[in-house]
C-alpha cells in the first residue's frame, strides 16, 4: 500500500490517533498510535507481516470482573486488543509481538508495590498466557513518557522531559 499524497507529490505525514487514559486503539498502514504514561504502561502489539498493530493504555492490574473500559486493565487489555487486531486481519493468521512502556514511580512517597510494577508483571503474565512474546520494554524510573507506536514500521518512539528521543 502507497503512503496518501500531498499536491506536490511528497508523501503525507502519517495519521495519529491519541490513546486516552484506559483506552486502546489499532490501526494499519500508515498511522501512529500515541499515549502519554506515568505509572501506566502502554502495551503495544505488532504485526510486522500485516504492517497491523494496536495500543493500550493500561491504568490498572486487575478488572476485578470490571472490565470496562477494556483497556484500562491488563488482564482485558491484552484480550481486547488481540480480539480487535484479529477482526482487522480477518482471515489472516497473526503474529504479534508486544513491547511495554511506562511503570514509572511517579510519587515519592509511595509505599508498598508500586502500581506500575504491578502493571508490569500483570501484563507479562497475560501476555505469556496468550502465547505472545515481549520483544522490547521501558519501563520504570521515576518519570513520565510519551509513546508513539509507528504502524507502517512498527517502530516506537519514546519521549521524556530532560531526555533525547529513544527507540524501541
Same mark, same amino acid.
Given at each position: 500500500m502507497s503512503l496518501p499524497e500531498t499536491c506536490s507529490g511528497t508523501p503525507a505525514p502519517a495519521a495519529t490517533t491519541t490513546v486516552p487514559i484506559g483506552g486502546l486503539a489499532t490501526a494499519r498502514g500508515s498511522w501512529r498510535l500515541r499515549t502519554f504514561l506515568?505509572?501506566?504502561?502502554?502495551?503495544?502489539?505488532?504485526?510486522?507481516?500485516?504492517?497491523?498493530?494496536?495500543?493500550?493504555h493500561v491504568v490498572l492490574p486487575d478488572s476485578s470482573?470490571?472490565?470496562?473500559?477494556?483497556?484500562?486493565? *491488563? %488482564?482485558? *487489555?491484552?484480550?481486547?486488543?488481540?480480539?480487535?487486531?484479529? *477482526?482487522?486481519?480477518?482471515?489472516?493468521?497473526?503474529?504479534?509481538? *508486544?513491547?511495554?512502556?511506562?511503570?514509572?514511580?511517579?510519587?515519592?512517597?509511595?509505599?508498598?508495590?508500586?502500581?506500575? %510494577?504491578?502493571?508490569?508483571?500483570?501484563l507479562e503474565k497475560?501476555?505469556?498466557?496468550?502465547?505472545i512474546p515481549i520483544i522490547a520494554r521501558d519501563c520504570g524510573g521515576s518519570h513520565g513518557r510519551r509513546m508513539t507506536l509507528d504502524i507502517s514500521s512498527g517502530q516506537i518512539t519514546i519521549e521524556s522531559v530532560g531526555n533525547a528521543p529513544k527507540q524501541l
Amino acid at each position: 500500500m502507497s503512503l496518501p499524497e500531498t499536491c506536490s507529490g511528497t508523501p503525507a505525514p502519517a495519521a495519529t490517533t491519541t490513546v486516552p487514559i484506559g483506552g486502546l486503539a489499532t490501526a494499519r498502514g500508515s498511522w501512529r498510535l500515541r499515549t502519554f504514561l506515568g505509572s501506566c504502561v502502554g502495551l503495544a502489539l505488532y504485526d510486522r507481516r500485516l504492517q497491523l498493530g494496536g495500543l493500550a493504555h493500561v491504568v490498572l492490574p486487575d478488572s476485578s470482573g470490571n472490565g470496562s473500559p477494556p483497556g484500562k486493565y *491488563a %488482564d482485558t *487489555a491484552v484480550v481486547a486488543l488481540v480480539a480487535e487486531l484479529a *477482526a482487522s486481519a480477518g482471515s489472516q493468521t497473526l503474529r504479534l509481538t *508486544a513491547r511495554l512502556v511506562g511503570g514509572a514511580k511517579m510519587f515519592a512517597f509511595q509505599s508498598g508495590p508500586a502500581v506500575g %510494577d504491578q502493571n508490569v508483571e500483570a501484563l507479562e503474565k497475560f501476555l505469556k498466557l496468550a502465547d505472545i512474546p515481549i520483544i522490547a520494554r521501558d519501563c520504570g524510573g521515576s518519570h513520565g513518557r510519551r509513546m508513539t507506536l509507528d504502524i507502517s514500521s512498527g517502530q516506537i518512539t519514546i519521549e521524556s522531559v530532560g531526555n533525547a528521543p529513544k527507540q524501541l
